[in-house]
Nanobody, 115 residues
């Protein structure tokens, strides 16, 4: 069974930064797409940033210019550098890996941004 383990969440003031990491238990190139999603209280889960097997990046409009997704092929990890954080970025952040329409999710890590 594929396992994804997130780390790096926490509490930060608006304008601050956090770095999230997701360790994947299999070769990262086994998956078509890996990335980050988030879910705020009372809201639907939404895409934050993804990278496909070819290295193509995709960001939500709300995070463009502030968040950067990177992939470490040797360690089978992805990281999300989040800068200029805003209170509306507060959510549980989930790592996801997808192959052939099968999706695997991490347990989530809480990010709270105070004003």
């Amino acid at each position: 069974q594929v396992q994804l383990v997130e780390s790096g969440g926490g509490l930060v003031e608006a304008g601050g930064s956090l770095r999230l990491s997701c360790a994947i238990s299999e070769n990262i190139f086994n998956f078509n797409v890996v990335g980050w999603f988030r879910q705020a209280p009372g809201e639907q889960r939404e895409l934050v940033a993804t990278i496909n097997v070819g290295g193509r990046l995709n960001y939500a409009e709300s995070v463009k210019g502030r968040f950067t997704l990177s992939r470490d092929n040797a360690r089978n990890t992805i990281e999300l550098q989040m800068n200029s954080l805003k209170p509306e970025d507060t959510a549980v952040y989930y790592c996801r890996a997808e192959i052939l329409r099968r999706q695997f999710w991490g347990q989530g890590t809480q990010v709270t941004v105070t004003s």
